[in-house]
Structure formats: C-alpha cells, structure tokens
C-alpha cells in the first residue's frame, strides 16, 4: 500500500473545497500535511477536522493571503524554518474575482493568486523541495483550459470579465508549469499539472452573475439551482482525484511535465501552452512582477510531452 509516511506536503487552499479533500487523502497516507489558508480560525477546524476523520496527528496548518507577494514570501520561510523539508507542494488555491481589483502589490487579484503566488511560492520552496528529492510539485488548473493566451490581457487590462479572465490565468499556470518542468528536469523535483473536475464550492458560490460571460448570463440562475444538484455531494471528494494521485502514486515517481485529466490520466497540454512564445513570455511576466533568482537552474532542455 502506498505511505507518504516521513514525508512533508503542503496544500495551498487546504482549509476547505478540494483542497481539503486533497489534504484529507494525502493524510490517510500518513504523510505530515501542512495546510494554507488566511482564516486562522477556518485552518484550525480544518487541521482538527482532519486529524479526526483520518487518525493522523501530523497535521498542522499555516496562514497566508496568497494574492500578496510578502505572504507568499513569509509562507516559503516558516515552511522552510519549521519542518526543513517538503516532499510535496501542491499549488491548488485558485481565486475568481468578481471584479478587477489590484492587490497591493499592484497585481490583478486572480492573476495573483492563480498565477505569481504558485509561481514564487514554488521558487522560493525549491531549496527545500531540491534537499528533500525526490519530491513532486503539483499545479491545479481548472476553468476550461483551451483556447488562445492573450498575453495583452493577461491581467484584465483591456476588458475584465470575471470567468474569462480566471480562463486566462488558468492556461498562464499551465504554460508556467511547462516552463517550470523545462527548467527542473534532472533536478529530482518534478512538476506536474492536474485538472480536478467540477464540484460546487465557495469559489463558484459566489459568483455574482456578471462574472459570467455576457452570452451565459441568462442561464445563470438556472446554473445556480443545477450547480448544487450536479456537482455537489461527492464531487468535492472526486475533483480532489486528480491532484492527490500525481501526488502520491508510487506509479507516478519520476513522471515530468505532464497534464492530468480529472481522471488523472496524461492528456495532451494545449496548444497555447505547447507553444513556447507564450510560454517565455508568461516566464518573463512573472519574473518581472514576482523578481526570482534562476541561474542556478540546469535549465537543460527538455523533451516536450506535446
Ligand atoms: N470548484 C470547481 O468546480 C473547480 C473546477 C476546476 C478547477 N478548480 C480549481 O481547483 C482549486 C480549488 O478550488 P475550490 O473550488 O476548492 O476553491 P475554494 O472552495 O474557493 O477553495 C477554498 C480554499 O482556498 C483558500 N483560499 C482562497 N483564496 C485564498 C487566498 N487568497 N490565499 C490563500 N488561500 C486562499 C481558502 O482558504 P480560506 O480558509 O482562507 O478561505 C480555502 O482553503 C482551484 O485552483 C480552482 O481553480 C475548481
């Protein structure tokens, strides 16, 4: 049976929806599970809650508002200070925003939480993840990851419609990934991309009905009464599938740069991601707006998965 027993995970968005679904698998497994989240009040029922369900007292929780850049920054330090080793980091906090909003750092808040804060938060953990390897690196995509990357757009500085945009940001993860998994082949550190699946949770509760795209906006109080009918009960349970299985599965060891579907199953990464314009281009976003040391990288090339 597979253990994660003696290994360290962290689970961004680990305090509710899949996230602590994800957290509540990785700890039947009997790795020690630290848990982010910004509610002290919410990580500490989620750290009790799971402790409860699965017998496993090694759960611990820290807080961070990930859509700030110091946070992300202060998370990466006490992780590192108070375990000294990360087997598993899964980047699965996503944030739809409602509205266009810039964080302090200046930042579109989704583009901050889904894209810059799994790209510092991973850079600045990879001293750790590089002295604790093997270890895996787990992004979550979501939305509906197709379509062109509007690399003008990224931040909603053109137009902003809340779903749209989220889209945007999910397939600028994805192209990040595939950079990220570019840059740390040979490393011993994988990284990978899951999609979960659907399930109704806080972050599709409160869409407001203009974070739809126009066209959508009158069937979503009909969306609204199915969400709950379609995608509730187990599915919270079943979309944390994905992410929990490249995390854990003895299967997966040494598995690179690859895209999961809810299912887990590797499945061809878009074709805005395989293309490597957008991918530098979204690289060197996230560079200038989160500043990270990468020469030290290996920067081998690396065999595309297309
Ligand atoms: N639900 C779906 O149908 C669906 C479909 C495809 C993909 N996804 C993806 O799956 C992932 C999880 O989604 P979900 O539906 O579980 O979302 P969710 O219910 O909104 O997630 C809640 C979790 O995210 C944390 N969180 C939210 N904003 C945060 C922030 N700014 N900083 C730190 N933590 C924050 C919450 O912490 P607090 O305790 O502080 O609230 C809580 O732990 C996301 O990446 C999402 O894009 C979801």
Redesign the pocket.
């Known amino acids: 049976m597979t253990t994660l027993h003696g290994r360290t995970v962290l689970v961004?968005?680990?305090?509710?929806?899949?996230?602590?679904e994800t957290a509540r698998r990785l700890a039947r497994l009997a790795a020690r599970v630290v848990l982010?989240?910004?509610?002290l009040g919410?990580?500490r029922s989620a750290v009790e809650e799971i402790r409860r369900d699965t017998g496993n007292g090694d759960i611990a929780a820290l807080t961070?508002?990930?859509?700030r850049q110091r946070d992300v920054r202060r998370l990466a330090g006490e992780l590192t200070d108070r375990y000294g080793a990360l087997h598993v980091l899964v980047n699965?906090?996503?944030?739809v925003a409602n509205r266009r909003e810039l964080t302090e750092d200046g930042v579109e808040t989704a583009f901050a939480?889904?894209v810059l804060a799994p790209f510092a938060l991973t850079h600045l953990l990879l001293p750790v993840l590089r002295a604790s390897a093997p270890a895996r690196v787990v992004n979550?995509?979501?939305?509906i990851p197709r379509g062109r990357i509007d690399l003008d757009n990224l931040q909603g500085e053109k137009s902003y419609v809340g779903l749209s945009s989220y889209n945007q940001t999910?397939l600028a993860l994805m192209a990040m990934s595939y950079a990220f998994a570019e840059r740390l082949a040979g490393t011993g550190v994988t990284v990978n991309v899951a999609?979960?699946?659907?399930?109704c949770?806080?972050?599709?509760k409160g869409l407001a009905s203009t974070t739809y795209p126009v066209l959508a906006r009158p069937v979503v109080p009909l969306l609204k009464l199915l969400m709950p009918v379609l995608?509730g009960g187990r599915a919270?349970v079943d979309?944390s599938r994905s992410s929990a299985h490249l995390a854990s599965s003895p299967e997966l060891a040494g598995m690179h740069g690859t895209y999961v579907d809810s299912r887990g199953r590797p499945t061809r990464w878009p074709a805005s991601v395989r293309d490597e314009r957008n991918r530098v281009a979204i690289w060197e976003m996230c560079r200038r707006l989160s500043p990270v040391d990468d020469a030290r990288w290996p920067g081998r090339e690396w065999g595309s998965t297309g």
Do not use: C, E, F, Q
């Open positions: 961004t968005g680990g305090t509710g929806g899949i996230g602590k982010v989240g910004r509610d919410r990580a961070a508002d990930l859509t699965n906090a996503g944030v939480a889904n979550v995509t979501g939305g999910k999609y979960p699946g659907h399930a949770t806080s972050m599709n995608y919270v979309a």
